[in-house]
């Protein structure tokens, strides 16, 4: 069983920042690509922020410049550091994760972590 639990979402002012972690636990071999989506109410699930086993990294075209994904390997987290947010930005951030176990290889999701940006 693999499980991925979100933290640092919260409330922030047009021009804050947060930084959101998600830890990966359970049985896991290794983790393939890990990242971030924004589910806004009413909308479907938008990609913000993928990075690779090898680090590389993919973005939004409207977080570009302002967001920064990270991973640490050894401790099976990603991080994702956000600043200039805008109200476009509100929405419930949710962790992904393409993880190989022993004999499997599944796409996993985190619960969500609200973010709210005021203006």
């Known amino acids: 069983q693999v499980q991925l639990v979100e933290s640092g979402g919260g409330l922030v002012q047009t021009g804050g920042s947060l930084t959101l972690s998600c830890a990966a636990s359970g049985s896991i071999f290794s983790i393939d690509r890990m990242g971030w989506y924004r589910q806004a109410p009413g909308n479907q699930r938008l990609l913000v922020a993928i990075i690779g086993s090898d680090d590389t990294a993919t973005y939004s075209n409207s977080v570009k410049g302002r967001f920064t994904i990270s991973r640490d390997n050894a401790k099976n987290t990603v991080s994702l550091q956000m600043n200039s947010l805008r109200p476009d930005d509100t929405g419930v951030y949710c962790c992904?994760?393409?993880?190989?176990?022993?004999?499997?290889?599944?796409?996993?999701w985190g619960q969500g972590t609200q973010v709210t940006v005021s203006s």
């Open positions: 992904y994760a393409y993880i190989r176990g022993a004999t499997t290889i599944n796409t996993y």
